[in-house]
């Protein structure tokens, strides 16, 4: 039920994390108010039809004016309800993770971390990809097995997209691998570098056994 375009209310940038960035930040695709549009232009129509090209007389005027009322009326608020809908839901692609939030009063959602998404698929019938959209299923090794979204345009470029950052999400994680080895062996070089200018100064006589025995200590235990 998604678009990819930059959601009119924007997600929180409160609740990303400290390195966090969005990527995607959608709503559902406008094609969701399809029915109450059509509910509404339809009932406004038969109403216009009624007042100015059939005016029924006596009773019979009187109960079609509350009839075309109520109609209308009653679209009004079936698609107020699926704007507000509309505009409560968002599925938010970031470096880290997806997100789906819904719901005004009561919220609810569900957060899948880019590390324990398995595979993205995406399906599109005929109607779908004249309107240029689709579904999208992702599936991961969470409780919940597999998430569902329907109605979300251009469902190939949200799946790309999803991919590239778990891709980019693992590379970070092994540059942040590498970078720990690598200080990890530059400590361990520097230390045996001050142990060896003790041992020099220990053998020139600048320093007791007992002062070098004790910076060695000292040394060893702050590489560990």
Known sequence: MWAVYCSPVAFKTSELHSSEQIVLDMHPHPIVLFKSVLALVVSVLFGLWVVFWWQPEGNAWAVFKVVVAVLIVGALIYFLVEWVNFMS?????????????????????????????????????????????????????????TEKFSH?????????????????????????????????????????????????????????????????????????
């Open 89 to 145: 839901e968002q599925f938010v692609v970031t470096t880290d993770r997806c997100i789906f939030r819904q719901g005004i009063l009561k919220r609810s959602g569900v957060e899948i971390p880019l590390e324990r998404i398995n595979t993205v698929f995406f399906e599109q019938n005929v109607l779908e990809r004249m309107v240029g959209c689709g579904s999208l299923a992702l599936e991961s090794a969470g409780e919940r097995g």
């Open 152 to 224: 979300v345009r251009n469902p190939v470029k949200v799946q790309n997209a999803i991919y590239q950052q778990i891709e980019e999400n693992e590379n970070r994680k092994f540059d942040r691998i590498s970078a720990n080895a690598a200080a990890a062996v530059t400590s361990t070089a520097s230390t045996a570098d001050e142990i060896a200018k003790l041992a020099s100064l220990l053998e020139q006589g600048h320093i007791t056994q007992a002062e070098f025995d004790t910076q060695k200590a000292t040394l060893l235990r702050g590489e560990r």
